[in-house]
């Protein structure tokens, strides 16, 4: 008999849940051009993606920007959502932050900024207020946020950041002042251990091992702040789908990306269905090695028909398993 894993049935035996899963956390990564990446690099953001993948974390990343400046992401198997702008200070942030914060309601607020402000002349005294002010606005809508303030990446010397010490310096003091134990205001330090000499690829924007150093201390700050990661049953044994299928966003708009892991090697499938039960496509197919997958749904047309607003299902079959989890598209 083939296991089916849920968590809800309703209406006509039309499944509409999946297991055991947790509400996911809104993570929100802001900044400039640091937090953006360009055309052909990963970003940070690809390698936290599938860090807390992997751990098991339920995790939404959000903003109003998608993908990296300029073209296309090196890899797009991520929640590409993000604040990141390329080029923008800490007081062009603060003009936006509000209605930012109001749509996309973050829980976890991932905050590194200060480069263009000391390389346009605004100083660090005027950084570190921008920076607070920012916090401020954040909290009057979202005023149980969790903040974790970074201290920024160095870049080489000479061309306009020098000042980047001092203004991590400042850093540690602005976060004791913020801190409170409804929105914890935390420090992570970006800045130790990275050589903006083997660590960036222009002097300033990390490359592929930039991301990672990155990607590896707002994991470390991350565990800290989230709730546990998605306790996996006991009962499943040597199953070949080792966790939830996951979808993040989700309710959605415009689209979202599915996420699983492998125990081993499998020949999965990936179907689409409407609320009824009527198979719409298949999203992926084929043999995938151990290890985690993801791929981006832009819940757009099938076979050339587009599709409403509504709920839909998306069935991963391996072998005897089933994993069943249930779509909202907004759009």
């Known amino acids: 008999m083939r296991k089916v894993f849920v968590t809800a049935l309703v209406g006509a035996g039309i499944i509409l849940g999946w297991v055991a899963q947790a509400a996911a956390t809104r993570i929100m990564p802001l900044g400039d051009s640091i937090t953006e990446s360009a055309d052909g690099h990963a970003s940070y953001r690809y390698w936290l993606w599938h860090d807390l993948l992997d751990a098991d974390y339920v995790v939404d990343f959000v903003g109003s920007r998608y993908g990296v400046h300029g073209g296309l992401p090196l890899y797009p198997d991520f929640d590409q959502d993000h604040e990141g702008h390329w080029g923008w200070r800490a007081d062009q942030i603060l003009a936006q932050i509000g209605g930012w914060a109001a749509a996309h309601q973050p829980d976890v607020i991932l905050l590194h900024l200060g480069h ?3 390389w346009q002349g605004q100083g660090v005294a005027s950084t570190i207020a921008d920076l607070e002010a920012i916090v401020g606005v954040i909290r009057e809508s979202r005023p149980a946020a969790v903040f974790l303030l970074a201290q920024v990446i160095p870049a080489v010397p000479g061309i306009g950041l020098d000042e980047i010490p001092l203004l991590n310096a400042e850093i540690p003091g602005l976060a004791e002042r913020l801190h409170t134990q409804e929105s914890p205001v935390m420090v992570v330090d970006q800045f130790t251990g990275f050589d903006p000499y083997v660590d960036t690829w222009d002097g300033v924007h990390p490359d592929e091992s930039g991301e990672l150093k990155m990607s590896a ?25 080792d966790t939830a299928l996951l979808a993040g966003p989700n309710p959605f708009v415009g689209r979202t990306v599915l996420s699983w892991r492998l125990a081993r090697a499998s020949d999965i499938a990936l179907d689409l269905y409407d609320a009824t039960g009527r198979r719409l496509a298949r999203l992926a197919a084929g043999i995938y090695s151990a290890g985690t997958h993801s791929l981006s749904w832009n819940g757009g047309a099938v076979a050339g028909r587009p599709l409403p ?5 998306v069935r991963m079959t391996s072998g005897e398993e089933t994993r069943v989890l249930k779509l909202v598209s907004i759009r």
């Open 217 to 241: 201390r707002w994991f470390a700050a991350l565990q800290t702040a989230l709730p546990e990661p998605l306790e996996v049953p006991e009962e499943r044994g040597a199953a070949q789908l």
């Open 116 to 118: 263009n402000d000391l």
């Open 309 to 313: 607003p509504g709920v839909y299902q």
